[in-house]
């Protein structure tokens, strides 16, 4: 999803400068669009026991109002960059920015958890459509010059939403209410959608052809709904027959997934891909580094109003010292990773992200926010800086700078995918009850049993980085692994942002997203791909 192609597949430059009038709309118009999605991924957690409180819904309810957006998100999001390549980058991000301010006008009126479940699954598509292609729309408006300033500041600006989404979504919680935690996104939805009619060039990729991988998206997301239901259903169901049926039907769907993918033309995840040792292996790191942050961020904010008895302004607030740190400090460490290599920060930053979830035990009732809550928060931030910016790094290093894109789109949907798990495995791992969050005895204890898992799956994703990541990854390139690549540009159109041209030979790619603040998934990131000159 790079610059705009000729008949013969090279970028066609693009011309808009940050500079101008005009670039400066296309910038705000893309952040303003990621940022709805951003932003909603933080502050409805905050919101969380005020739902279940409002809708009377079990903690099934709650763990559902967050799974069924990350289910659709995660199994149509790498979809949704290969059809706006095809139709229309700007026609399939304004579209998917009408279909999300719906959806969440759906979410802000529901009148029960069933109907809030439905809507939420509905905003996923739309945040599918809409997050790659505001990438898209960057890499393929500005002049290759202003490409790479383009892409820091949406990858900046969009730091700050994640940053301040749960200070706003406390304060509209305890203001107006849950519901406007939904509602919001209707107004910035209008603003987006005629800045994006009146300033944004239309632009899609005149060499994409071929069937849309459907089939393959569709297995991906009912594969990981079998398994989501069997364990959100387990705690209070046990082992029936619906429960078994449905954790084996999600194994069998995913292995059609896999066989269907190796079997296609142009599949959605090239099965080649993986041949890079390289990739694979910090895949799995971000599958269990990513599983831990959706576990802490679900249940924290539960534990900090249920337990220790914030209001819900109070939580987001006292959730900041993370995602500030991430803000300051990430492109610190992106140098720093640079430098001495991916595999000690790989190994460290999960470590130390371990340590703070286990001291962020002690907010327990009548905790001290300095001395009870901040410190497990500033070590667990101070983890995810160390981590966070290397890993992209290293996803993008891993393989050909013509599969950048497709790259960071496989690693952004791995991080989604599991945290969906996470959020539905560990109440059942830490013997949660279907009341659990109304009770704060209960639920500090198995808070802590809770944080135990996390840790433990942490220190997996360390072992897995010490022993399996290059400490000259960076500086070599995923090819080196004996990636089997695809020919050159063949991966870029189901990219979620990505490259132009194909490259003369296999080169390393580098990011160009300095700024990482969403704690739900790496920041998609198109590398070097569209502008090699940039270095």
């Not at 009126?109 to 109907?115: E, M, N, S, Y």
């Not at 910035?188 to 009619?197: E, H, I, K, S, T």
């Not at 390139?477 to 194909?502: H, L, N, S, Y």
Request: with cysteine.
């Amino acid at each position: 999803m790079g610059g705009e192609r000729t008949g013969g597949g090279q970028p066609r430059a693009a011309g808009l400068r940050l500079s101008e009038r005009r670039g400066k709309w296309v910038l705000f118009t893309t952040v303003l669009g990621s940022g709805m999605a951003l932003l909603d991924g933080t502050v409805v957690n905050v919101a969380l026991p005020h739902i279940g409180e409002d809708l009377g819904a079990g903690l099934a309810g709650l763990q559902w109002t967050v799974n069924a957006y990350l289910l659709t998100l995660a199994g149509l999001i790498l979809l949704g960059g290969a059809l706006g390549d095809r139709y229309g980058r700007r026609r399939v991000f304004t579209a998917g920015v009408v279909w999300f301010a719906l959806a969440s006008v759906l979410c802000g009126l529901a009148p029960d958890a069933g109907v809030l479940v439905a809507a939420r699954a509905l905003q996923g598509v739309g945040g599918a459509l809409l997050t790659p292609g505001s990438l898209a729309l960057l890499q393929s408006t500005f002049h290759p010059d202003d490409r790479a300033r383009a892409v820091g500041a949406w990858s900046g600006l969009g730091g700050v939403a994640a940053a301040v989404g749960p200070f706003v979504g406390g304060w509209l919680v305890d203001g107006p209410g849950w519901r406007w935690v939904f509602l919001i996104n209707a107004p910035l939805a209008l603003v987006c959608l005629v800045a994006a009619r009146r300033h944004v060039p239309e632009t899609r990729d005149t060499a994409a052809s071929g069937r849309f991988d459907v089939a393959g998206a569709a297995l991906a997301a009912f594969a990981l709904g079998g398994v989501t239901y069997a364990l959100i259903a387990a705690p209070e169901q046990g082992l029936s027959a619906v429960v078994a049926g449905s954790a084996a039907g999600g194994v069998v769907l995913g292995a059609a997934f896999v066989r269907l993918e190796r079997r296609l033309a142009a599949p959605m995840v090239p099965p080649a891909v993986f041949r890079s040792r390289q990739f694979t292996a910090v895949n799995a790191v971000t599958l269990c580094v990513y599983a831990a942050f959706g576990g802490f961020f679900f249940l924290s904010v539960v534990q900090l109003q249920v337990v220790v008895g914030y209001s819900a302004l109070q939580a987001g607030v006292a959730l900041l010292p993370t995602t500030l740190l991430m803000l300051l400090l990430s492109s610190r460490s992106g140098a720093l990773g640079q430098r001495i290599g991916p595999r000690l920060p790989l190994t460290a930053g999960p470590l130390l992200c371990a340590g703070g979830m286990l001291l962020f035990t002690r907010a327990g009732p009548g905790a001290s926010y300095p001395f009870d809550v901040l410190p497990g928060l500033a070590v667990l931030g101070t983890g995810m800086v160390l981590l966070v910016a290397p890993l992209t790094a290293t996803v993008l290093a891993s393989v050909d700078v013509s599969r950048a894109g497709l790259a960071s789109g496989v690693n952004n949907a791995v991080a989604r995918a599991a945290g969906l798990v996470a959020v539905a495995a560990l109440p059942l791992l830490a013997g949660m009850g279907p009341d659990a969050y109304r009770n704060p005895a209960a639920f500090d204890a198995s808070f802590g049993r809770a944080m135990t898992w996390c840790a433990a799956v942490l220190a997996v994703g360390a072992v897995v980085a010490w022993l399996s990541v290059r400490g000259d990854v960076l500086e070599s390139g995923g090819e080196a692994e004996g990636g089997g690549a695809e020919k050159p540009g063949e991966a870029d159109g189901a990219a979620a942002g990505g490259g132009g041209g194909a490259p003369e030979g296999p080169r390393p790619c580098g990011p160009r997203c300095r700024t990482h603040c969403a704690v739900s998934a790496p920041p998609l990131d198109p590398g070097d791909a569209a502008a090699p000159e940039q270095g």
